[in-house]
């Protein structure tokens, strides 16, 4: 029996599901990575061509009639990138084009062209003129937008799914938009950009439970039909049309937490006197299943998250290698005098092995070496992004995991995942000496993270050196309400004091509503500013008093860094 969710409409979802999209990624001063997906299968072209050569907007509102038939026709200076889809299966109609030999600081406009539909039409840059602009040759000034945790569902006492909260991404175009002319150049997406488990009606965790079994010997469902699932998590949170706008708009950089594989993946106790799989797995006794195969659909569930992983968010980052059995997906890019490296902190995450727990040995000894190679004077910025904030909680709050309030609230696997945990302790210091040698050589090094939904800005200061570190947590845009670990951080965490590991810290904003970030830097001025963005909801409207009405409008937090 199958339970793939290809070609299959079982799911509640709200919302219409992602078909045709294209997202604009990797973006350096010569060249774009461009990730499409298409609805249908066969031959199609890519179209490329600079903005100011179409002034008049003459081929953009020739892409808006149907059909659009004479490719011929199009000026030589519109280059044609030609690629095939001719089966849904190996990459569920995705496919990633490099664009090559373009001009530096250029914005240019684009089009996906289908050879098969009504003769051949444009299937993808109708309804408005798509664009995205190449990085500058010469370090300067430029912005680029942060947020993580994309969860814009809730489930109603009559366990019926609905949207919340998704106009947030309508504020977050409106601010890219605003800052678009005046030098923002990209965005990063940090972490949690999908819930495979994020409410119980579209939670895939809940449904490999109800499905799992043991037929004739042969362990149920397949690996084909996990990775439908996982896909059909990307089909639907990336499905909103203003999320679409957002990646096919800016270059956006993206790296997974969590929950892009399954909640407090990597921070789950194994084995000893505290086994936790029966929490992932809480049918298994009623299934008949033992531990040993339990632990082979978790594996196979990782595979299928890490396929569906690079089908959607990898492959239009970085090169980091073809996918095989060694999956690096950390990264590292430079842009106008900034150097940015993505950590991954859940591809190697695994609180049962012995030593650096979060990062591995390999990912943490390529970072610690791509840092000493770091020259202050061609890159002085440095933004190191972790989805799991390296500062945000109290010893003695993460250290509770075996806590009766604890279990309670099912903070154990959150509490694991903090980087303060005793667990990590070794790791974490060295990847402290490591920033703090790095920002004692001249480097001004900002920590972006997300994840535990709440925003705040932290000031840490190297005791011995005097070195300055910043960390900016943005989290989350869409998410229906916060954790009750986001209620601690925000309610309890102390706002200035002394680390164990040797430096002291000034938290310097603090924001617990849904919200995204931009960060400006100023190079001429050594000055970083950044912008925390929330909706505030001043007032529903009154019908008797009009002019006292105001329903929406974008409400900030602003922090100044000379670093």
């Avoid at 084009?97 to 250029?106: A, W």
């Avoid at 579209?202 to 990775?227: C, F, H, R, T």
């Avoid at 339990?294 to 299928?304: F, K, S, Y």
């Avoid at 070195?467 to 102390?494: D, H």
């Amino acid at each position: 029996m199958s339970h793939s969710l290809v070609h299959k409409d079982i799911r509640p979802w709200p919302n219409q599901l992602l078909t045709r999209a294209v997202i604009v990624g990797h973006t350096t001063t010569k060249s774009s990575r461009i990730w499409v997906r298409v609805e249908d299968l066969g031959d199609f072209v890519l179209l490329v061509y600079p903005s100011d050569k179409d002034p008049g907007n003459t081929i953009s509102n020739e892409f808006r009639n149907v059909p659009y038939t004479e490719l011929a026709t199009l000026p030589s200076w519109v280059q044609r990138y030609p690629f095939r889809v001719l089966d849904d299966i190996p990459h569920d109609t995705t496919h990633v084009i490099d664009v090559q030999g373009l001009e530096p600081d250029t914005e240019y406009r684009y089009a996906v062209f289908s050879e098969h539909i009504d003769r051949g039409r444009i299937v993808i840059g109708r309804d408005y003129p798509y664009r995205f602009r190449t990085l500058p040759v010469k370090p300067g000034s430029f912005s680029f937008g942060f947020y993580s945790c994309h969860m814009p569902y809730k489930v109603s006492l009559f366990n019926r799914t609905s949207v919340v909260n998704e106009h947030m991404w309508d504020c977050f175009n409106e601010v890219l938009d605003r800052h678009y002319r005046q030098g923002l150049r990209f965005v990063i997406a940090g972490g949690d950009q999908v819930y495979a488990d994020g409410i119980k009606t579209l939670d895939i965790w809940k449904y490999l439970n109800s499905v799992m079994q043991k037929v004739d010997g042969k362990l149920l469902p397949e690996q084909a039909d996990m990775v439908s699932w996982y896909r059909d998590i990307y089909h639907g949170y990336w499905g909103f049309p203003s999320v679409r706008r957002s990646f096919a708009g800016y270059p956006t950089y993206m790296i997974w937490d969590d929950h892009e594989l399954g909640d407090g993946w990597g921070s789950f106790l194994l084995g000893g006197n505290k086994d936790e799989l029966d929490e992932r797995f809480p049918e298994r006794k009623e299934k008949g299943l033992t531990r040993a195969e339990c632990i082979e659909l978790q594996g196979r569930m990782r595979v299928a998250a890490v396929q569906v992983y690079r089908e959607y968010q990898h492959s239009h980052n970085p090169d980091t290698g073809p996918a095989g059995q060694n999956e690096v997906f950390d990264y590292n890019f430079t842009a106008q005098g900034a150097a940015f490296y993505v950590l991954d902190g859940r591809g190697y995450r695994d609180i049962n092995r012995r030593s650096r727990r979060i990062l591995g040995n390999s990912q943490f000894n390529r970072f610690k070496q791509w840092l000493e190679n770091l020259d202050p004077d061609q890159t002085p910025f440095l933004f190191v992004v972790s989805a799991v904030p390296l500062l945000h909680m109290i010893p003695v709050l993460v250290n509770a995991d075996d806590s009766v309030l604890a279990d309670m609230a099912d903070l154990q696997d959150d509490l694991r995942d903090a980087w303060e945990n005793e667990k990590h302790d070794s790791e974490r210091k060295a990847l402290v000496r490591a920033l703090f040698a790095a920002a004692a050589r001249g480097i001004r090094i900002c920590i972006l993270s997300g994840d535990v939904h709440t925003s705040a800005a932290f000031r840490m200061v190297d005791d011995e050196t005097g070195a300055i570190m910043y960390q900016l947590t943005s989290s989350a845009i869409t998410y229906n309400k916060p954790r009750l670990l986001g209620w601690i951080l925000g309610n309890t965490v102390a706002e200035s004091g002394a680390s164990p590991d040797g430096y002291s810290f000034e938290r310097l904003a603090l924001y617990t509503d849904s919200n995204f970030s931009l960060i400006q830097v100023d190079p001429d001025r050594e000055l970083v500013i950044f912008r925390l963005y929330g909706e505030q909801n001043v007032s529903d409207p009154d019908e008797e008093h009009p002019d006292r009405a105001v329903t929406h409008s974008i409400a900030g937090i602003e922090c100044w860094f000379n670093i």
